[in-house]
T-cell receptor
Framework: NAGVTQTPKFQVLKTGQSMTLQCAQDMNHEYMSWYRQDPGMGLRLIHYSVGAGITDQGEVPNGYNVSRSTTEDFPLRLLSAAPSQTSVYFC??????????????FGEGSWLTVV | AQSVTQLDSQVPVFEEAPVELRCNYS??????LFWYVQYPNQGLQLLLK??????LVKGINGFEAEFNKSQTSFHLRKPSVHISDTAEYFCAVGSGSARQLTFGSGTQLTVLP
C-alpha cells in the first residue's frame, strides 16, 4: 500500500551543491507533480508531468529540472542549490489532471535545508 | 487565472467547540473545490471536494463544507472539534483548464484542551 514515496525525507545541502529528490508512485497514475511548501504561502507548483516523456513548468520552476522516463518515477533535480530553495517538497500524483476533480495523492514530504 | 484566499492563518479553538475555516476563491470559469488536511510532518490528504450537485459536501472526520457561488466561498465547518483535529488545512481550486490545483496559504487549526 505504498502510494507516493519520496526520498530522502531530510537533506542538508551546501550552497552550490546538486541533488535529486526521488519520487515514485505505484498507482499507475499519468499525472505527477512537484510542489514546494513555504510558511504562509501554501503549496506552489514547481513542475508537472502529464505522462512519460512529457513535462511542463508550474508557478516556480526556476532552479529545478525534472524528467519523466517512466510512468512510475518523477525525480526533481536541484542543479546548484541556493538558500532560497530551503523548503518542504511534496510529490503528488493523480489519474487525471489535478483540477479535474479526481483526488491528488501526496507523498510525505522532503525537508531540504540549503546552508 | 484562479486564486484562493484563506482568511485566517491561525484558528485556536477549545475542544468540543464548533469551528469554521474560511476560504474564498476567484475564477472566471466553473470550478472544482477541495479541502486538504496536513497533520504534522505528513503529506496532504483529501478531506472533501465539491464537483457539482448539492452545495453541502460532507467529508471525513465529521467535516463538511458549503459551496456558495454568489459569495465565491467554500467554508469548512465542524460542529465539535477534537484534539486530534489539530492540523493545517488547505483550500484548493481547480477549473478544469489549468491542469493543476491552486492552493491557499493554509489555516493552522489548534484545538485546545
Amino acid at each position: 500500500n505504498a502510494g507516493v514515496t519520496q526520498t530522502p525525507k531530510f537533506q542538508v545541502l551546501k550552497t552550490g551543491q546538486s541533488m535529486t529528490l526521488q519520487c515514485a508512485q505505484d498507482m499507475n497514475h499519468e499525472y505527477m507533480s512537484w510542489y514546494r511548501q513555504d510558511p504562509g504561502m501554501g503549496l506552489r507548483l514547481i513542475h508537472y508531468s502529464v505522462g512519460a516523456g512529457i513535462t511542463d513548468q508550474g508557478e516556480v520552476p526556476n532552479g529545478y529540472n525534472v524528467s519523466r522516463s517512466t510512468t512510475e518515477d518523477f525525480p526533481l533535480r536541484l542543479l546548484s542549490a541556493a538558500p532560497s530553495q530551503t523548503s518542504v517538497y511534496f510529490c503528488a500524483s493523480s489519474s487525471s489532471p489535478g483540477d479535474s476533480g479526481n483526488t491528488i495523492y501526496f507523498g510525505e514530504g522532503s525537508w531540504l535545508t540549503v546552508v | 487565472a484562479q486564486s484562493v484566499t484563506q482568511l485566517d492563518s491561525q484558528v485556536p479553538v477549545f475542544e468540543e467547540a464548533p469551528v469554521e475555516l474560511r476560504c474564498n476563491y476567484s475564477s472566471s470559469v466553473s470550478v472544482y473545490l477541495f479541502w486538504y488536511v496536513q497533520y504534522p510532518n505528513q503529506g496532504l490528504q483529501l478531506l472533501l471536494k465539491y464537483l457539482s450537485g448539492s452545495t453541502l459536501v460532507k467529508g471525513i472526520n465529521g467535516f463538511e463544507a458549503e459551496f456558495n457561488k454568489s459569495q465565491t466561498s467554500f467554508h469548512l465547518r465542524k460542529p465539535s472539534v477534537h484534539i486530534s483535529d489539530t492540523a493545517e488545512y488547505f483550500c484548493a481550486v481547480g477549473s478544469g483548464s489549468a491542469r493543476q490545483l491552486t492552493f491557499g496559504s493554509g489555516t493552522q487549526l489548534t484545538v485546545l484542551p
